[in-house]
């Protein structure tokens, strides 16, 4: 292979990322919000409750409500417009869930895609071996009894098994896939020829994925069916060093330039023993959830492995004829593979503020605010006429019919101002604008309402789209 020259390498980065060592702490310290208090918010504002609850829940599975939708939209968007809007190196692709069962026996999950699995020999409860911690007296002790007896680990292979066809034997048997990665594999060359990329390019993907998690926890950060948002980036053999630096670097960018305090994130780089069998290096991008240090996004280098086992067991040549060179190769592979909805969690705790402010009253009074970069917020703008006035609503009806066509917004016009103004602080709504009676009577102004600062504005109507526009900061 001839040598590696400028134009396989990527630019440099200026990013400033904390990186810290396999084996550091995970206490998470002082936090400014419990779990506790989120998930009372999420289900008290309709983002995440629990699904099924009707029917007592089923554990490790969560429903979106109205505001819950909108935010993991934004997320996804957010990404999408990072990874593909802003760039001309990356593809979108969005494979079929259902894949041929040889995709896992080559990625090698349906070997090795296990957890340890024990069981509790007095409830039968089954729990993750490696998240059984002893007890004051250096004793494991059953989270659900109280026992002190269990069974020998054995490996849990977490894919969901299913069959297509009339039959359920195992000539029919497939699986729900784990991640979305190996549809951009099996798909590779495919892509590169139609897509007409050239070596180094990405193929993305945000779609669904399913793990049979034996104890899924804490909340919507572990769960069996969730959202990814993942980006194969190919590069030529001896760059793949620089790339995995790059793309530490640009996801850090990410996940700050969208409003996440740099110190609740920390990058944690993969020890020898710990990195998957596909992996050169790995490192973690980790936030401060209340409970733990835990990984947001996983960003590898995952070496040739994927296009060289795909290419071994369908027999077909997945390799990448380099034109200028006149040259063939397997490129090796730069992966950032985050979760929606942990993102969306972490985008959450981040942004949450207990605070006291002074009311119109000239009282202090406590206020919940969601502090979401504009681009994330579910609602960016909330129309709220002052009463249910037959005088007022006509206007702020118009206001409402001004805005919906630029920005997701809301009507509300259900309780006082000040209970109006709070609820939609809670929601994260950036902007609220309030027709009064001085809008119908005099000036046909509007009062708009800053949710970080709570300054209030007036603003004639036929002026408020071009004043919000430059200030919901949606990029």
Known sequence: MTAVNHADLPP???????????????????????????????????????????????????????????LKDNVKEAWK???????????????????HPRVWEASGHVEGFTDPLVECRNCHQRFRADHLEPGEAGVVVCPSCGGVE???????????????????????????????????????????????????????????????????RNFIFRVREFEQMEMEFFVRPGTDDAWHDYWIAERWNWYVGLGMRPENLRIRDHGADELSHYAKATVDVEYRFPFAWSELEGIANRTDFDLRRHGELSGRDLSYYDQARDERYLPYVIEPAAGVDRSALAFLVDAYRD???????????????????????????????????????????EVGDLVKPRWMSQ?????????????????????????????????????????????????????????????????
């Open 12 to 70: 440099a980065s200026d990013a400033v990322v904390a990186h810290v060592e396999p084996d550091a702490a995970t206490a998470p310290g002082p936090t400014d919000v419990s779990m506790e208090t989120i998930v009372e918010l999420c289900k008290r504002r309709g983002l995440v409750f629990q699904g099924s609850e009707i029917y007592g829940g089923l554990r490790g599975a969560w429903d979106y409500g109205p505001l819950g939708v909108a």
């Open 81 to 99: 417009r990072a990874m593909l809007q802003l760039r001309g190196d990356i593809v979108a692709l969005d494979a079929a869930i259902l894949m």
């Open 150 to 216: 269990f069974t020998e680990p054995k490996a849990f292979n977490l894919m969901f098994r299913t069959f297509v066809g009339p039959t359920e034997d195992t000539s029919s048997q497939v699986w729900l896939r784990p991640e979305t990665a190996q549809g951009m594999f099996v798909d590779f060359s495919h892509v590169q020829l139609t897509s007409r990329r050239k070596v180094p390019f990405g193929i993305a993907q945000v779609g669904k994925s399913f793990r049979n998690e034996i104890t899924p």
């Open 355 to 397: 605070e006291q402010v002074r009311a119109a009253s000239g009282r202090m009074e406590r206020r919940t605010v969601l502090r979401l970069h504009h681009a994330l917020a579910p609602v960016k703008v909330a129309v709220l006429p002052l009463s249910r006035n037959d005088r007022l609503v006509p206007t702020a009806r």
């Open 411 to 475: 009507y509300d016009d259900a309780g006082s101002i000040g209970k109006r103004y709070r609820r939609q602080d809670e929601a994260g709504t950036p902007f609220c604008v309030t027709v009064d009676f001085q809008t119908v009577e005099s000036d046909r102004g509007v009062t708009v309402r800053d949710r970080d600062t709570m300054a209030q504005e007036r603003v004639s109507i036929d002026r408020l789209v071009g004043y919000l526009d430059e200030r919901l900061q949606l990029r």
